[in-house]
Nanobody, 125 residues
Framework: QVQLVESGGGLVQAGGSLRLSCAAS????????MGWFRQAPGQEREFVGS????????DYADSVKGRFTISRDNAKNMVYLQMNNLKSDDTAVYYC??????????????????WGQGTQVTVSS
């Protein structure tokens, strides 16, 4: 079992930056790929990006590529989502998730086994 807790959300102006953190419990964390997803009001949850268990491989949605960066520190049981040049379309609740099966992370949310409670990101234009 892995428990995940996101933090770092808030209100930011368009063009600004935020860094989200995801704290994980359990030693198994370092063997899991991790993903970030987001859900805006009235919309389905969508893939933002993923990172492999060792941090060597990352994947991003086209909508955030070049603006967002995922990293992890397995020694601290942490995953991060650095978000730059934020746009109003980035407003959503952001979730981190753990994938026990794939070493690289996957784009569909049903592949992930553990989820955090989410953190709100609001970008004002």
């Amino acid at each position: 079992q892995v428990q995940l807790v996101e933090s770092g959300g808030g209100l930011v102006q368009a063009g600004g930056s935020l860094r989200l953190s995801c704290a994980a419990s359990g030693r198994s964390f370092r063997t899991y790929a991790m993903g970030w997803f987001r859900q805006a009001p009235g919309q389905e949850r969508e893939f933002v990006g993923s990172i492999s268990w060792n941090g060597e491989y990352t994947d991003y949605a086209d909508s955030v590529k070049g603006r967002f960066t995922i990293s992890r520190d397995n020694a601290k049981n942490m995953v991060y989502l650095q978000m730059n040049n934020l746009k109003s379309d980035d407003t959503a609740v952001y979730y981190c998730a753990a994938d026990r099966t794939s070493p690289y992370g996957r784009v569909w949310d049903t592949a992930y086994d553990f989820w955090g409670q989410g953190t709100q990101v609001t970008v004002s234009s």
